[in-house]
């Protein structure tokens, strides 16, 4: 007798497994149902709200349409009127201004003549006083006068002959620097 009670509460206890079994799977379909109703319910709330905001933006462009409309209106009326054609002479304006430019240009035009001229000026200065420091003579007027006869009679060619010494002679200066520092090392003993 147990054993039957035994086989029967175990055949008991298998299909209440089972049923529980298939309860179970039904939960996890329940679940799932909930949680696509919870998705649809919030795609729900900003489906709405989108709604809400489109109907605004509707309600103010149809607010600015009919003031656009407004305006419209005016400009049709004001283009309507007739257009009072007054004839304005420009005449004096047009020489005075010609007067003005004349006067700028020749402003303009003294102004680089006068910066031309001092530039060739500084230049002559500039060589002769550069020949001069070539120069060793101990008579200061006679060398001046000299540097100035030499420089006028060509000034590009000295300029450039006097730039030609200068960099040879700075050369020169070089070479004997080089020189006195090998000899402070100790070459050339």
Known sequence: ???MLLNIISKDLHELREYMGSQNGLLVGIK?????VETLDRTG???LKSLEKSSRDVDRLSQEIAGLRGLVG?????LAKPLLHEHHNHFPKIIWITIGLFIG????VSGWTSAWKDGLA?????TQIRYLRLLQEDSLYSTLRHAGEVVKADPEKVRDSVIQIEVDRERYWETIREAERLRRKGFGH
């Open 122 to 126: 500084y230049r002559n200065a500039d």
């Open 1 to 3: 007798m147990d054993e």
């Open 32 to 36: 799932t149902t909930l949680k696509k």
């Open 74 to 78: 005016h400009l049709r009326q004001d």
């Open 45 to 47: 709330d900003l489906l």
């Open 105 to 108: 240009l020749a402003v303009a």
